[in-house]
């Protein structure tokens, strides 16, 4: 059983800096394509930043130079540090992941993942 959790998230100003961490246990032999969408009230959940099995990164436009997605394979453990927030940026975050390596897909489309975290909120004020 593949189970995701995130924590980091909180409440920052404007201008501040926030890391997220997500945690995968079970299959840990398995190394995963992993991500980070997020949706505000009202709205629909968006990719943020993507990271596949190879280590090809993507970032949604909106987020390119503010925010920087890793990841460690030993642990299958996924970070999104997140520079300059904005109240754009409020939002509840999600973690997702997939033992498939998504050679040639756009890692930002939530159906290619099957495994989902319970999200972590953050809430950035002006």
């Known amino acids: 059983q593949v189970r995701l959790v995130e924590s980091g998230g909180g409440s920052v100003q404007a201008g501040g800096s926030l890391t997220l961490s997500c945690a995968l246990s079970?299959?840990?032999?398995?190394?995963?394509?992993m991500a980070w969408f997020r949706q505000a009230p009202g709205k629909e959940r968006e990719g943020v930043a993507g990271?596949?099995?190879?280590?090809?990164?993507s970032y949604a436009d909106s987020v390119k130079g503010r925010f920087a997605v890793s990841k460690d394979n030993a642990k299958n453990s996924l970070f999104l540090r997140m520079n300059s927030v904005q109240p754009e940026d409020t939002a509840m975050y999600y973690c997702?992941?997939?033992?498939?390596?998504?050679?040639?897909?756009?890692?930002?489309?939530?159906?290619?993942?099957?495994?989902w975290g319970q999200g972590t909120q953050v809430t950035v004020s002006s």
């Open positions: 997702a992941a997939v033992t498939n390596d998504l050679y040639g897909l756009d890692s930002l489309r939530a159906e290619f993942y099957n495994y």
């Open positions: 079970g299959y840990s032999y398995v190394s995963y394509s």
């Open positions: 990271i596949k099995r190879d280590g090809v990164t």
